[in-house]
């Protein structure tokens, strides 16, 4: 008989906001044995990414600032509950508290090709606005693993597509969307798996 050697692999999944990438991910996870999303967290109870958890029969919390800076509980459910935390659309800076404890096991998405357009306040339309007004040729997506700064993270994966001269923030937005849905969940997928 042969045995399998291995543990399933538990994510989290932090969004603070639409989290179409969150369900991606989740629907790209459903059937598998090795990995499993066990749970959505944010920071903002009007996020859409609640009624896509719910729609989903996937566990959500909302949590607040000091929860997610200072509660012991809060970083125990982590610890005990989760192995991977992935980062989809989340705009809070995570605490040194729990990148200590997660090494390496903390990936983010950004919309652009990092170390452009990254940092405080880099976020959603705010960084495609800055891709047109700056006239970019190309823009994309980078999937690093998280450290204490924002966007500053070891680079996991980059991939770009092209800016055209009549591309707004929202069409730039709708082609980094679509590079997310493609890569993300494989990404996250072939790096817990060590493929
Ligand atoms: C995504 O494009 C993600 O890359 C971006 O927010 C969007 C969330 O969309 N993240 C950042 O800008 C982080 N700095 P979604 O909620 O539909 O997945």
Redesign the pocket.
């Known amino acids: 008989m042969i045995v399998k050697n291995y543990k399933l692999k538990k994510i989290a999944i932090f969004?603070s906001?639409?989290?179409?990438?969150?369900e991606n991910i989740i629907r790209y996870f459903s059937d598998s044995t090795e990995i499993k999303v066990v749970s959505v967290l944010t920071n903002n109870h009007n996020a859409k990414?609640i009624e896509r958890a719910k729609n989903l029969n996937i566990s959500y919390k909302i949590f607040n600032k000091s929860e997610f800076n200072e509660s012991v509980e809060f970083l125990n459910y982590l610890i005990k509950e989760v192995d991977y935390i992935i980062l989809?659309?989340?705009?809070w800076l995570i605490p040194t508290r729990i990148i200590e404890k997660f090494p390496q096991k903390i990936i983010?998405?950004?919309?652009a090709l990092l170390p452009k357009y990254g940092g405080k306040g880099?976020?959603?339309t705010n960084?495609h606005q800055a891709v047109i007004d700056n006239k970019e040729k190309e823009t994309g997506?980078t999937i690093h693993y998280v450290n204490e700064h924002y966007?500053e993270g070891t680079i996991i994966f980059q991939k770009s597509v092209k800016v055209e001269l009549n591309d707004t923030s929202e069409t730039v937005?709708e082609k980094?969307?679509q590079l997310?849905y493609e890569y993300f969940p494989e990404v996250i997928e072939s790096v817990i798996l060590k493929k």
């Open positions: 969004a906001g639409s989290g179409s990438n969150a990414v989809a659309g989340f705009l983010n998405i950004h919309p880099m976020f959603g960084v997506i966007d937005a980094v969307h997310e």
